[in-house]
């Protein structure tokens, strides 16, 4: 590119043409020839006489000056000039590789990482250079260079992945040869960058484009010592920052909603943060993720699984208490504890075992047998918890006297201790506040909790550290221990209240809850998982957006395993939530023990920024400056010529002429209606409702509901209009303009179809109004109901369709099914498989075929209704796909590229095949279009 100044040419070689000028003022002002002067004495005669037409007879210098100028303009035009244009280097040769790490942590900004990819191919076609593109997120695969100008329409159809990047397998399959590599990185180290950098620099030079926003992640919540655990990493540590963390779920009516904010701070220099949320267990059931507020990533969504949910608690204990005394059961307060907050399981200790409940709770059962022993054993170890209490037979018993029992946090002495016995205490003893290190730390004391007998711990070097709980003396009340992945926690006194009134109180529940909630690690181990087929439910995109799993394949448990241990989410196993037989397990982006680490470049690789610098084309504009140059020329000519004015005059008779022979265009309301008698009343003393019924049946008028949104009312509007003008394209349908539907006060008969978008705060109609639609719907009318959600109404959760069910209860509506593949809307004008608007959920609900629709002879389709379905009902936003503004053009983007624009298509088609069934019903199930539907099959 040649530059000058601030100015750069991308065809400088044009420029030469301004050498051309002086020639060009030379022959403007030789040609025409000035005429020869020749005296005659005659001419004294003409003297005073003045011609209407005057001629000069040179070009006078301003006009030379301003068509020289006016060329000028052109040629500069032509050669391409760029105002600030980007610093190039001019000696890249050769192919270019440009490579995305399109992960997760490149949705934030993605759209400037497609400009500044978008430059990069720019630049490279005005170099001519051959371009290939890789998102390293993909699957290796064979790279192939291409013309610029044949890749750059694929960027906008690109989408980053919600999984880390490929870097060894794609260091494996780089194209040979020599190039240079442009790699625009998420700024995230992730493992096998460096083998990926080592190869590209064995082809060529490597530049590398990062950004400086910071990349924050969101690791899965844990539940511990009775409070949510949230935590998050960020990169890089520099300034303090906080960010907030949404908690969303289902709330009791069914709806999502946001259930706790809470905020998350970020010290400076600190990569990490965390923060503690304290909820309900019956609000913590309902929580099903949490979210990084306003920010769009899938590390900014953590999905909850079992981790956080109710856990099954078996209830083992050594009798039942005496007949007919309920308060004295030693599980009785345990199960008024327990039912709010866990399942609860009961059997024999050999029966729960085998049930793998979360905690296993022993009151007063002071031994067991080996093979009981054993089987606790082994659960333990993967993670359980046993919550002993003791009690007069753990009293009495020899258990972890003389040594500790692997099944007992601590050894006991022999006896106990109680007011008035031989380790007396004189008074029954409160309890001391729990320490920082205790799970129980911040619960408050009632002061009618005291304690009259315990069990005593043998004093042991591990006693203070295994004590969670004590008396007001120092006592242990509550100790634990660890057994393999899990844990043995024992109450020294005994579960009901004959020892204590701790099962009285409030505080019981709470200790309680927050042991009996921390059992299982929020990550399940390989062997629970090994050995299973894990079916994917919920999915997440990159940029933290949550779907339907769709047709994602099962996955083995090892594999899982593997990913929430170390490999993390991949193109086969991407982040979500997995269901198994009995709990479903969530696959984040990151772990627990998950640390951003920044990429580190050599001082070999250059590192730019992510900001393209704007460039501001300048053809256009001197074109248009030339243009206009030579249009002052022509007046200027005519006006040396004396020609201006009668010019004009013609110029201003023929644009009079055109604007009485337009058409005069004139409103709907305000148009007469055809073929009506003459009357000699002013049109004024038409009623409105009889000016309404001349509006609504002149022709044929698409209809659609006022929701009360002005928003959504003129999106409805468009969207009529749009599919209007389609009809009158491609069809003999010629509507007119839509009009809107009041169904208070508005007559429905008139209209052969009705859009009615459902929104949040639409009122329901009255009872007269749904008489009217009743008789709308059982005379041939069609309505459509579009909950604009993207998924099907009939059985979404979402608010929308909830709305919808309550509009449309006092409806006379038939039964429904899910729109079949032999239905006339699939073939009534297009033949379609899909039914796509703004959203492109399949299903479409339509009234049900009758029990026994069945394949007439001779015919691969049902009769499966004589008329036409009286609803239709989807949630795809169709207005939005079918709006079009006044002018003409597409009110909403759909999609990206060619992909949007075919969904735009299949939408309208949809819409067309709606229409014809509506005015025509099921003619396209009459056997004289069976041959041609059959062959347009392909059958």
Do not use: C
């Not at 957006?545 to 593997?562: F, K, W």
């Not at 909830?802 to 006339?824: G, M, T």
């Amino acid at each position: 590119m040649f530059m000058l100044g601030p100015v750069g040419f991308t065809a400088p070689l044009l420029l030469l043409g301004l050498l051309a000028l002086p020639v060009l003022w030379l022959l403007l002002r030789a040609v025409p020839p000035a005429p020869l002067r020749r005296r005659f004495p005659g001419v004294v005669l003409l003297l005073g006489l003045k011609d209407e037409e005057a001629e000069t007879d040179k070009t006078p210098w301003w006009l030379l000056l301003l068509r020289m100028a006016a060329i000028a303009a052109a040629i500069i035009g032509f050669a391409g000039p760029v105002l600030n244009p980007a610093q190039r280097d001019q000696a890249a040769t050769g192919p270019l590789l440009v490579l995305m790490d399109a992960s997760w942590a490149d949705a934030r900004d993605w759209p400037r990482r497609l400009d500044r990819a978008a430059a990069l191919m720019d630049e490279a076609g005005r170099a001519g250079r051959p371009v290939a593109l890789i998102r390293l997120t993909d699957a290796p695969s064979e790279v192939t260079f291409q013309a610029a100008n044949a890749m750059a329409p694929l960027l906008p159809g690109l989408t980053p992945n919600a999984w880390a990047p490929d870097f060894t397998g794609w260091a494996k399959s780089l194209p040979k040869g020599g190039f240079s590599s442009f790699w625009l990185s998420d700024g995230v180290g992730h493992p096998g960058r460096a083998a990926l950098l080592d190869a590209l620099q064995s082809h060529g030079t490597v530049t590398a484009f990062e950004s400086p926003r910071p990349v924050i992640a969101l690791r899965p919540a844990q539940f511990r010592d009775g409070v949510i655990k949230l935590s998050a990493t960020r990169l890089p540590a520099t300034d303090q920052a906080e960010v907030e963390v949404s908690a969303r779920g289902l709330d009791p009516s069914g709806i999502e909603r946001e259930l706790a904010r809470v905020p998350l701070g970020f010290a400076v220099g600190a990569a990490d943060a965390e923060t503690a949320l304290s909820l309900p267990p019956e609000l913590r059931n309902r929580v099903s993720r949490f979210e990084l507020a306003g920010i769009r990533s899938a590390a900014a969504v953590s999905l909850t699984d079992d981790s956080l949910k109710r856990r099954k608690v078996a209830l083992i204990s050594s009798s039942s208490g005496a007949e007919g005394l309920q308060l004295l059961s030693p599980t009785h307060y345990l199960r008024q504890a327990l039912e709010p907050v866990a399942e609860l399981i009961d059997g024999s200790l050999a029966d729960v075992v085998l049930a793998n409940p979360d905690v296993i709770v022993l009151a007063d059962v002071a031994t067991l047998s080996p093979d009981e022993g054993e089987a606790i054993w082994d659960w333990l170890d993967k993670g359980g918890l046993l919550l002993r209490f003791a009690g007069p037979r753990l009293a009495a018993s020899d258990v972890s006297r003389a040594s500790e029992d692997v099944l007992m946090p601590v050894r006991l002495r022999i006896g106990g201790r109680n007011v008035g016995g031989a380790m007396s205490w004189g008074e029954p003893k409160a309890l001391a506040p729990f320490d920082e290190g205790s799970p129980f730390h911040g619960l408050v004391i009632p002061d009618d909790v005291t304690v009259l007998a315990q069990v005593l711990a043998q004093p042991d070097p591990d006693l203070a550290r295994r004590t969670i709980a004590a008396l007001a003396d120092g006592t242990p009340l509550v100790t634990r221990k660890a057994v393999g992945q899990g844990q043995v926690v024992l109450f020294h006194v005994t579960a009901n209240a004959e020892w204590s009134s701790l099962p009285l109180s409030g505080l019981f529940m709470q200790m309680l809850e927050r042991l009996a909630v921390t059992t299982r690690p929020a990550a399940p181990d390989a062997a629970e998982l090994q050995g299973k087929i894990w079916v994917p439910q919920v999915a997440v995109d990159a940029f933290g957006s949550l779907g339907d799993a769709g047709e994602i394949a099962g996955v083995d448990g090892a594999a899982l395993a593997d990913a929430l241990s170390t490999t993390g989410p991949s193109a086969t196993l991407p982040p979500g939530l997995y269901a198994g037989d009995d709990r479903r397990v969530a696959l984040n982006v990151i772990n627990a023990q998950t640390r951003l680490v920044a990429p580190l470049w050599p001082a070999s690789v250059a590192r730019e920024g992510l900001d393209v610098q704007t460039e501001q084309a300048l053809k256009g504009s001197l074109l248009a400056l030339a243009l206009s140059l030579l249009l002052v020329d022509v007046l200027a000519a005519l006006a040396l010529s004396g020609r201006l004015l009668g010019s004009l005059r013609n110029a201003a008779v023929l644009a009079l002429a055109i604007l009485l022979l337009a058409p005069v265009q004139t409103h709907a309301q305000e148009a007469a209606a055809p073929n009506l008698p003459a009357t000699d009343l002013p049109a004024t003393d038409l009623r409105t409702d009889d000016r309404r019924a001349i509006e609504a049946t002149a022709a044929v008028r698409l209809g659609y509901i006022l929701t009360g949104d002005a928003k959504v009312d003129s999106i409805s509007k468009a969207g009529l209009r749009g599919l209007g003008q389609r009809l009158f394209e491609r069809t003999t349908i010629e509507p007119e303009a839509p009009l809107p539907v009041n169904l208070e006060t508005d007559e429905l008969l008139f209209f052969p179809f009705l859009y009615w978008p459902v929104t949040m705060d639409q009122p329901s109609p009255s009872a007269a109004a749904y008489a009217r639609l009743n008789r709308y719907l059982r005379t041939g009318g069609m309505i459509l109901f579009d909950t604009r959600d993207g998924d099907v109404s009939g059985g979404s959760q979402t608010p929308q369709a909830r709305k919808l069910q309550l509009l449309a209860a006092p409806l006379d509506i038939p039964p429904l099914e899910i729109l079949p593949e032999d239905h006339v809307l699939t073939r009534s004008f297009y033949l379609l498989q899909d039914f796509p608007g703004r959203y492109t959920h399949r299903d479409l609900w339509v009234e049900a075929a009758p029990p026994d629709a069945e394949l007439a002879e001779g015919m691969p389709f049902r009769n499966l209704n004589d008329g036409v379905t009286p609803v239709v009902i989807g949630g795809n936003d169709w207005a939005a796909a079918w709006a079009l503004t006044e002018n003409g053009a597409e009110m909403f983007p759909i999609g990206r590229g060619y992909t949007g624009e075919r969904q735009r298509e299949i939408a309208t088609r949809f819409g067309i095949n709606l229409i014809m069934h509506v005015l025509t019903g099921n003619y396209k199930s009459d056997q004289v279009h069976v041959p041609a539907l059959l062959e347009r099959l392909g059958q």
